[in-house]
């Protein structure tokens, strides 16, 4: 199987995150994978967004000044209330700004549907493939819709789209993917882990199982993210890039999984992952993990500049 580069967010680290645009960028560098986040407004529509509420690091009000502090949350905002405000550049003088200097504003860019994208990108390219992210938290019930709503809209628009065999939906809220297993099981599904201080998504909280994990309790499994996922019926662990480690990766070649790790932005670690032999890698930089590949002998993907 080939390595699977993906972009995160697009290709945050040089175009807006979630956005047409800065999905076209990711299309014209050449990924594998289209990697995103999805929420839904108060009119049903599935948006492209990491954000469960407005962020005021990346948000423009319709006169143009910045949102002063966290905004509305995105359900409570209908598709025409969200796009009014222009999420094309990072707010300057943020912590935001400091991490990604090479990104190049888009002004005027929107939050797109996700019907929007798949529709560019498929207009670009009959074979990326799209990577897309339930955000829903069990820690901040009734900011979002319910697991299964937004996975379930999801699930339709790959389904319109002709695009389900070409996806991936993953979550940190396993409750999305355990709804996808019951009731849409053509639906490929990836289980999202954290095991680091301050996000810790697997770990049992004062003898109570992590409320990510759909009811289960890490103990049962020897505090294993891959025997987790193997139990709930995965193929494929996404961890976060820190807490994998040679041990934890053979035992998920053992359990027959795909590992993709995020979100890996620097050399080293690329290139030491993929001697490792992970699958692949969730980037905002596809342009330096591009250069990685080549450098290994692995043929990167081929440009798809949008239409």
Request: glycine share 10%; charged share 20%.
């Amino acid at each position: 199987m080939a390595f699977d580069l993906q972009g995160h967010r697009g290709a945050r680290g040089l175009a807006p995150e979630n956005t047409l645009e800065g999905f076209a960028k990711a299309l014209s560098l050449g990924v594998t994978t289209l990697e995103m986040d999805t929420g839904m407004t108060a009119d049903g529509v599935v948006v492209v967004m990491h954000d469960l509420s407005l962020n005021p690091d990346i948000t423009r009000l319709p006169n143009g000044a910045w949102l002063a502090g966290p905004g509305p949350s995105i359900r409570s905002l209908t598709l025409a209330e969200l796009q009014a405000h222009d999420v094309g550049r990072i707010r300057p003088g943020t912590r935001y700004a400091a991490t990604f200097p090479d990104q190049v504003p888009a002004d005027g860019a929107r939050v797109p549907t996700l019907d929007a994208v798949l529709t560019l990108a498929n207009a670009a390219s009959h074979t990326v493939r799209f990577n897309i992210e339930t955000k829903v938290s069990p820690l901040q019930q009734g900011l979002t819709v319910a697991p299964e709503v937004l996975a379930a809209g999801v699930a339709d628009a790959l389904a319109r789209a002709g695009l389900t065999e070409r996806a991936v939906v993953q979550s940190f809220d396993w409750r999305s993917l355990d709804w996808l297993k019951q009731h849409r099981p053509e639906v490929v599904r990836s289980y999202l882990t954290s095991q680091t201080p301050g996000f810790d998504t697997v770990s049992s909280r004062d003898g109570r199982p992590s409320p990510w994990l759909g009811g289960r309790d890490a103990a049962a499994y020897g505090n294993s993210a891959p025997r987790l996922v193997a139990a709930a019926g995965g193929n494929v662990w996404s961890p976060n890039h820190r807490d994998v480690t040679e041990a934890s990766l053979a035992e998920a070649r053992l359990l027959g999984l795909t590992v993709v790790p995020w979100t890996v932005n620097d050399v080293p670690t690329m290139e030491r992952l993929i001697g490792w032999g992970i699958d692949g890698i969730i980037t905002d930089r596809p342009d330096l993990l591009r250069g990685v590949l080549a450098t290994r002998g692995i043929a990167p993907p081929p440009p798809s500049p949008a239409p």
